[in-house]
């Protein structure tokens, strides 16, 4: 049957849809690939965008995705829609990587498949705006400059509290805590699982007993961002803070990336994970997942986590895989430890973890650097310490050590 639609005349002008819009800056961050693509000197350093590199410079496909991709292009059948969880084995064999044997096999934990990291943030936020409580998002300062618009762009509170201790360049835990006290039951608390983006600064072990504490007796609930596993400390050490959470916690969830760890950055390879109270819960925290995926991005892309799964299906795959990883992660402990030997005011970043550290440097410095020296780092003063190489550490220090504030 055909309605018939009753036609009014236009009495007013019309109201353009997009007239409202306003201008918005571009992402400081990714501007930067573009910023030190032009720049034409040749020793130029490039400390900006998050992406690992080697002593070459360069950042190679690693050879077990290498061998993979091969066996897809051989073996492949099909390119036919998986569904909205994505590839379900390569969530099963990456599990045990993150949780553990044991906690992978929890059956109050359930795990889809997402576009990188930054999608299983965005699905999590989505979830937690679908619960009745709309809970505000604690997220500690400074931290990843997507974090907040993740989840303001979901609908949801955003409160910061402070993470970093400037001077000491570790920890403020003291002051962290003390914003957390005032939380309300039900808040979500974003946290980084293993090395800080973008301090590199870790909490110990007992700052994370200490803080699994405050969320118990204040019914806080983790939001767990990993996305650097294996890259600090190594694969178990950079998880244990996400295993003692899960195993304290009641409910959690928990962000994954495999850009970094498995070098896929623009395949966009993640998963997300979420704990929930009991079987019931579990099942509906499922299906909403998998009703926000189908209209968030329908299915995640297939090809990077098909290539993981390759890996992680075959002991020899993964034993190289392994291996390349800790590679990655010496080279960039090692370029810590020199820049900790050759400048006293940088021995702090001798003792934290991961790719990234935050330089005591005002914005004008940071500008002047990429002015006159050709040096590229964030805005904030955050470095990608895998950009150096061991012949530009020293260059790069004395570059840098006039305008040290501290
Ligand atoms: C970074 O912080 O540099 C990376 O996580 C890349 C990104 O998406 O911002």
Redesign the pocket.
């Given at each position: 049957m055909i309605v018939a639609v009753e036609t009014r005349p236009l009495t007013s002008a019309r109201i353009p849809l997009f007239g409202t819009l306003e201008r918005q800056p571009a992402d400081a961050?990714?501007g930067l690939i573009g910023l030190c693509r032009r720049d034409p000197r040749p020793d130029k350093i490039d400390l900006?965008?998050?992406?690992y590199r080697n002593d070459a410079g360069e950042t190679p496909v690693l050879r077990a995705i290498k061998d993979a991709e091969h066996r897809l292009a051989d073996t492949q059948a099909t390119k036919a829609y998986l569904g909205a969880e994505g590839d379900a084995r390569f969530v099963e064999l990456l599990a045990p990587i993150v949780f553990g044997a044991a906690q992978a096999a929890e059956p109050c934990l359930t795990g889809v498949q997402t576009p990188g990291?930054?999608g299983a943030l965005r699905l999590g936020a989505e979830l937690v705006a679908r619960g009745s409580r709309q809970p505000t998002v604690w997220i500690g300062t400074p931290t990843?400059?997507?974090h907040a618009p993740i989840f303001r762009e979901a609908g949801l509170e955003v409160r910061a509290h402070p993470f970093f201790d400037a001077v000491t360049g570790t920890v403020d835990f003291s002051a962290m805590v003390g914003a957390l006290e005032q939380a309300t039951a039900g808040d979500v608390v974003l946290l980084h699982g293993c090395c800080h983006?973008?301090t590199g600064a870790e909490l110990t072990q007992a700052q994370w007993a200490d803080l699994i504490a405050l969320l118990t007796k204040r019914q806080l609930t983790p939001f767990i961002d990993l996305?650097y596993q294996g890259l600090g400390r190594g694969l178990d050490s950079d998880a244990a803070a996400t295993r003692a959470l899960l195993a304290a916690m009641p409910e959690a969830i928990v962000a994954y990336s495999c850009?970094k760890n498995f070098g896929l950055y623009r395949d966009r390879v993640g998963a997300l994970w979420v704990k929930a109270a009991d079987g019931a819960a579990i099942a509906a925290v499922r299906d909403n997942l998998l009703v926000l995926a189908r209209s968030l991005w329908s299915m995640p892309p297939d090809h990077g986590a098909a290539a993981v799964r390759e890996i992680l299906e075959d002991a020899a795959l993964t034993g190289l895989w392994k291996t390349e990883l800790e590679d990655m992660r010496a080279r960039i402990a090692g370029l810590r430890a020199a820049l900790a030997h050759a400048e006293p005011r940088l021995s702090a970043l001798g003792d934290q973890g991961g790719m990234?550290a935050m330089l005591p440097l005002t914005h004008e410095a940071v500008l002047e650097l990429r002015t006159d020296h050709g040096i590229y780092m964030?805005d904030s003063g955050r470095i990608?310490i895998a950009g150096l190489r061991s012949e530009t550490v020293a260059p790069f220090v004395a570059a840098i050590a006039p305008h040290l504030q501290r």
């Open positions: 961050l990714l900006g965008v998050g992406v990291g930054t990843w400059p997507n983006n973008p996305a850009d990234f964030a990608n």
